[in-house]
């Protein structure tokens, strides 16, 4: 049996949105389904992301313009301990391995900390 992980923040970017898409379209053409043209593929992809969705993503390379989340550092040390078990488990399967790592690559470098947390909706501790 042939599948993909559809990995959500690739579809935004410019070069791998469409390489995604182009590895659904021979899947699903090999499975039987009627696809279209491989040519149309970036097209498709375009239309259907968006082009402000497609600069944006380009640009800071995150969905929202306005927001960005923070985290307490014990929610980060969760994320990545909770992504670490999920490597360990999906040993063997490359392709899911590759795809979290780059999830906890990604906390570990970009995750914003806030600087007050909050237990049981009170300020626990300012930095």
Known sequence: MTGMYLVYEELHDV??????????????????FVVAPEVDVPCIWFNAIGEDNIQQNHMIKYEYKDYIPGYTKAQ?????????????????????????QTYSNT?????RIDE??????KVARSQ
């Open 15 to 32: 070069d791998q949105g469409p390489k995604a898409l182009k590895r659904l379209r021979s899947i699903l053409r090999n499975a039987g």
């Open 76 to 100: 980060k040390e969760i994320f990545l301990t909770t992504l670490s078990t999920f490597v360990d488990k999906s040993k063997g399967n490359e392709e899911l391995t590759s795809i979290l």
């Open 107 to 111: 906390i570990m470098q970009t995750i």
């Open 116 to 121: 007050i947390e909050y237990v049981d909706g």
